[in-house]
């Protein structure tokens, strides 16, 4: 058991309410998070390996921002970048480039960038 009390798991739901975010889990991910819920309601625990996996996959989405998922955007392009400028040997003649894509700033940056340039813009 990883510590989920049923007052945690009302925090969860709350919290993905009013974030939003409990609408945009799909039926089986909201019907496994009630269940869970009221598993631990009657005091049962969950301890099979994928359902509490699964489980904390949901939970990760309710608790998930905006802000996070900019971050989360802006360091997969920044480790995208980085590898196709090491293969493509930008670094040798742009070293600065090694320092933009550390910066937290510009990190911030690109994952605006491509939240915009998805089409879906922010959730």
């Not at 920044?78 to 590898?83: G, I, N, S, T």
Request: hydrophobic share 40%; glycine share 8%; proline share 2%.
């Amino acid at each position: 058991m990883i510590g989920l009390t049923y007052e945690k798991m009302r925090r969860f739901m709350r919290e993905g309410f009013r974030k939003g975010n409990w609408h945009d889990l799909k039926s089986s991910e909201k019907a496994l998070f009630r269940a869970a819920k009221w598993c631990i309601k009657k005091g049962m625990m969950i301890v099979a390996r994928t359902p509490l996996k699964n489980l904390l996959k949901v939970i990760k989405k309710l608790t998930s921002t905006v802000k996070r998922k900019i971050w989360q955007k802006g360091l997969e392009k920044a480790y995208k970048m980085r590898r196709q400028f090491e293969e493509k040997g930008v670094f040798e003649w742009c070293p600065q480039a090694r320092d933009w894509l550390q910066d937290m700033d510009y990190i911030f940056y690109l994952g605006v960038s491509s939240m915009n340039s998805n089409g879906r813009g922010f959730p």
